[in-house]
């Protein structure tokens, strides 16, 4: 009977708020137990959310409430108590209907004498509650308020969307490191030096803040191989969602998602997981993206130790890193003489010209990158493509692609060469750049390309797209398909070429909502972050929907560029603390004088507290009507505000 516990196994946890429940259940199966709070909560203050939130339930906009926490109930009353009436938001909560995902929210509800209309069945979970709704409560055109915890369900939201509903987050609390840290520091430690058998986690956010400390301590990557040899058990779904997008494996998951079961499930199977798990250790290692397994010209130049390059990383750099997006472009005068010679496509198609803009660019502005000159779309006109930038008008491509015939005749990148002036583009600007200053090569998105190809130009609506995505899903797959294994190949040439970096642009992906991004694009963008160069930064940067920003951390060496649509800190935390982050300040910030543009990088600075890993740039692109002293005015700030503690 003994056989099917611990025996005698080193057990660490990461519960908080029940760590002495779970420090009995590990021992009472016979295990070492090594519990270490990772998290408490932190309520938002000031939550300017909330109090909306709150109005929009009293003038009845919102119609259906789901309470997900019972704490985070508490906090929401908490968060509103100075700006709205209490009684008066009780009652209209009384008049509309209530979801309780779980015990918790139902009591919660009870101490200010409210009844739930529904609370959802065990184990509690995203599917029980879509469940129970499907049953229960149709959402169709209604207006849903979801009082949120740690991080953003993305499933539940899409599953709401999906069944026709408005989602109306409201975040209450968030999640930070305990107030003594050293029990953590401890088991973090020991698993990345292989002190520890077996790993319990019972909510996804232990793994954002285990990543987060091993960062702290520089042992990502001996945090990694240790859990490479750890079994690894998550409490349910979310856990176990959170632990694969950040590329660990989970080797069980319980039958029922408590704690209880975690334990006792756990120590039946720990002996003969963890006999498996190093018996193989070769299979079961997760292979460093920092640690590359094919050489690329740019591995071995000197800006691989740049402040950019280290940011991508998230290692620690003296300062935060700058550049921006169209840092060369229409607002220099010195872009303005070189392109008024010639076309814009000639002047993509020129090296020599497309290296010197930019050199002049990086020079002037004093910034700690350089993104190559060129355009999105030129990778379309070897796939079949007629492109044309027409003045006024932009970019126009002739030959759309509507249906499945025309789909039919777009050529897959059978012969990469036709691009060969973006590649001799980076070659020259690697070439006459300075050695301490990286390079990044880019390309479009699929999406975005796709949105090109079909709409013939600019779009608001992506009618055309949308339809094709909807309604002929096999010739939507097959142009994804085309596209996505050009750009692997495109940028992987760029990264032969000497690019020490990688972005890709989805200017277009705002338009579509998390379950249709996940549906329609998500599968694309891993096939192609699955094909470029390991151990090459890669940034991925969609505008328009923060929504989005949970499912754009592709693997871990993805940079999430952030737009100006969401402050810097929230977006990190859904973007996922445990890697690097680029932006976000708005670009029209830059139209203002040198006092407020000195203003606005402090804050954002402030607002991210020299969290490794940050990268400052613009929410977007440099707009045309910006003086270039407001540009210079900007790196000068950031490089004199963000010296760390020590440096000055």
Known sequence: MKQADFAGLRVAALESRRADDMQRLIERQGGQAFVSPSMREVPIEPNREAIDFAYRVITGEINVVILMTGVGFR????????????????????????????????????????????????????????????????????????????????????????????VANVKVYGWEFPVDTGPLEQNVRAIAEGQRDVLLLTSAHQVVNMLRMAQQMNLVRSLRDGLSRTVVASIGPTTSQMLEECELSVDLEPSHPKMGHLVMESSAAATRLVKQKRSSPDSQRITMVDTPDVPHPGQDHPSINSLFMRACRCEPTERTPIWMMRQAGRYMSEYREVRAKQSFLELCKNPKLCSEVMCTAVERLGVDAAIIFSDLLPILEPLGFDLEFVKGDGPVIHNPVRSTEDVLRVRPLDDPDRLEFVYETVRQTRADMNDDIPVIGFSG???????????????????????????????????????????????????DAGAQCVQLFDSWVGCLSPSHYRQFVLPWMQRILSGITPGVPVINFGTGNPELLPLMRLDRRTVVGIDWRIDLPEGWRRAGHDGAVQGNLEPAVLLTDPDTIHQAADELLQSVDQRPGHIFNLGHGILKETPVDNAIALVQAVKELSVRSGER
């Open 75 to 166: 906090y929401l009353l908490r968060a509103i108590e100075r700006h709205v009436d209490r009684q008066r938001f009780l009652d209209a909560l009384s008049d509309v209907t209530t979801i309780c995902r779980g015990p918790k929210p139902v009591a919660a509800m009870r101490e200010v004498g409210i009844q739930p209309t529904h609370r959802v069945g065990e184990p509690n979970t995203w599917r029980e509650l879509l469940q129970l709704i499907d049953q229960q409560v149709p959402v169709a055109n209604s207006t849903v308020g979801l009082q949120e915890y740690g991080v953003t369900n993305s499933s539940l939201v899409a599953g709401l969307e999906a069944r026709g509903a408005t």
């Open 445 to 495: 998105s699929p999406f975005t390309l796709a949105s090109y190809a079909i709409e013939g130009g600019g779009s608001r609506q992506y009618t055309h797209t949308k339809r094709m995505m909807f309604a002929d899903l096999d010739a939507w797959n097959r142009l994804m398909e085309i596209l996505s294994d050009a750009i692997v190949v495109y940028l992987n040439r760029q990264i």
